[in-house]
């Protein structure tokens, strides 16, 4: 299981996630690795625009998905259902493609398998996706855009409308952001994400192994975060935390 967090800033979407890979053994054992790549930044539209995507469940599986996503990004591609799709020119066409490739793949993998959450038996892999991204208005205005795809709905991109989404462990994180979260800089959106992510990882080992985090600015160049932004947002994360408990004390 894993945590991956879409937060809007003023000016930038951040997108967040652990580094925590947890692999499940037939004999009901797990081993951890601590080196995940759970974030993309994905270049579109020949290069001028960029989206940001996270994936949690089948690292192997997104992996794959991920890879085929950049590869044919800018060209047509026959999706499911034999559906053609142009080239990506926004953000929602590429939550559109993740959506088909994720859908194709998992289809051809399991098929007759249900869908994770939606049968008592043997289910198909747990995976999601969130995508990041500023799309124009007739004017000519960005407006930020998340959406969260899902294999317990065949991974059919949700439009969010809140200012932030958090897949995986969902629940306490959830809270958490609902009740922090206001859209100021980046900088403070990413100090919030590394809270969320330690108060969940001291609640479930699940999660953990550190942080991965990328910015996309509303006027492009999308980037990931140095070493010394995470540690001094995980250093504004602890001050807050012990004001928190202060208030208490």
């Known amino acids: 299981m894993s945590l991956v967090m879409a937060l809007v800033a003023r000016d930038s979407l951040v997108v967040v996630a652990d580094r925590r890979q947890t692999m499940m053994h037939p004999a009901g054992t797990s081993t951890q ?3 995940a790549t759970k974030l993309a ?4 539209a020949s290069g001028r625009r960029q989206v940001l995507v996270g994936t949690t469940g089948a690292a192997g599986y997104a992996a794959v998905i991920l890879s085929e996503l950049a590869a044919t990004v800018d060209q047509p591609m026959t999706g499911r259902g034999m559906a053609q799709l142009a080239p990506a020119q926004s953000a929602a066409d590429v939550a559109m ?3 088909h490739l994720a859908a194709q793949l998992y289809d051809q993998a399991f098929p ?5 959450g939606t049968s008592q038996g043997p289910s198909r892999p747990p995976l999601g996706f969130v995508v990041a991204g500023w799309e124009p208005d007739a004017g000519g205005a960005v407006h930020p855009a998340l959406w969260l795809l899902d294999g317990g709905s065949t991974f059919f991109p949700n439009l969010v409308e809140t200012r932030w989404t958090a897949l995986g462990l969902f629940d306490y994180a959830a809270k958490l952001l609902s009740r922090l979260h206001q859209p100021g800089s980046a900088e403070g959106a990413l100090a919030l994400a590394s809270f969320v992510l330690e108060e969940v990882s001291a609640q479930d080992g699940r999660v953990g192994g550190g942080a991965l985090a990328a910015v996309l600015p509303a006027a492009g160049g999308g980037r990931w975060c140095t070493e010394q ?8 994360a602890g001050q807050a935390r012990a004001q928190l408990r202060g208030q208490f004390a």
């Open 41 to 44: 930044i994905l270049p579109f």
């Open 97 to 99: 493609r993740v959506h």
């Open 112 to 116: 007759g398998v249900p869908a994770p």
């Open 229 to 236: 932004e995470l540690r001094a947002a995980s250093e504004r």
């Open 33 to 35: 690795w601590d080196g």
